[in-house]
């Protein structure tokens, strides 16, 4: 089992996470949720319990629960959608520590339209080239093992961000903080996307070579950049409202 102070600071930093989506219009209603896979050779996850609203959410609150959805502590249950999509989520992919699933609006809106795909028209956006899968099947709530397998094959070619067809984003990180990185800078992404396409006027693509080129440098700073990002976050967050850390 891994040290307590390293879950301790795994819990702080999700819970920041949860915090900060809040501020950041990320959320919605009790709904969405997002999970760390604890490192080690058990199978064990921190998660958001069901219907709490984010901005109630501590490091404390966190459900600590094992492969099966047993909660080993604290006190609720997990969703059950929550518990498929996180747990084969993170089966798939091993080397996601972090996995953050939303229905951010805008990001979610390019998944509600014929060919709805991120353009590469903004720098933000070659952050993710080459880095996005899209599921463009939808089944209903992922109530079964089965749904959340599907899922989770969506990022079977190591593709970090998921479009979920009429449904919203999946995001796989090494980390808390580049997770939540992606996710923020995502929803940026798609809301100018989004201005853009509203004018009625074309959008000007950025050619491939630039963009691969650009993407590139991002991958180059993608951990010191989400880590200074992240702690700047949580430094305000901390000042404004420290309570996330009970």
């Not at 501020?23 to 009790?30: I, P, T, Y």
């Not at 440098?217 to 420290?242: C, K, M, S």
């Amino acid at each position: 089992m891994l040290e307590i102070s390293r879950i301790a600071e795994l819990r702080r930093q999700l819970a920041a996470a949860f915090r900060l989506a809040v501020r950041f219009n990320l959320h919605e209603g009790v709904c969405n949720h997002f999970s760390i896979r604890v490192p080690g050779e058990e199978e064990l996850y921190l998660i958001n319990p069901m219907g709490l609203h984010w901005s109630e959410i501590t490091a404390s609150r966190l459900l600590l629960v094992d492969g099966a959805g047993v909660v080993l502590e604290g006190q609720g249950v997990v969703e059950p959608t929550a518990f498929f999509i996180h747990t084969e989520g993170h089966k798939a992919r091993p080397d996601a520590l972090c996995i953050l699933h939303t229905h951010m609006p805008y990001a979610t809106a390019l998944t509600c339209v014929e060919g709805g795909r991120l353009r590469f028209v903004h720098q933000n956006a070659l952050r993710y080239f080459g880095r996005i899968a899209y599921d463009d099947g939808y089944n209903g709530l992922a109530m079964d093992a089965s749904e959340g397998v599907r899922i989770a094959e969506g990022a079977s070619g190591g593709e970090d961000i998921v479009f979920l067809a009429h449904h919203g984003v999946v995001v796989h990180g090494r980390s808390v903080a580049e997770a939540f990185t992606d996710l923020y800078y995502l929803e940026r992404s798609a809301q100018v996307q989004v201005l853009a396409m509203s004018t009625g006027l074309p959008l000007r693509e950025i050619s491939p070579n630039v963009a691969a080129q650009t993407a590139k440098q991002f991958a180059d700073v993608a951990e010191f950049e989400a880590n200074y990002h992240f702690a700047a976050l949580e430094r305000v967050l901390a000042a404004e409202d420290p309570a996330y850390r009970d």
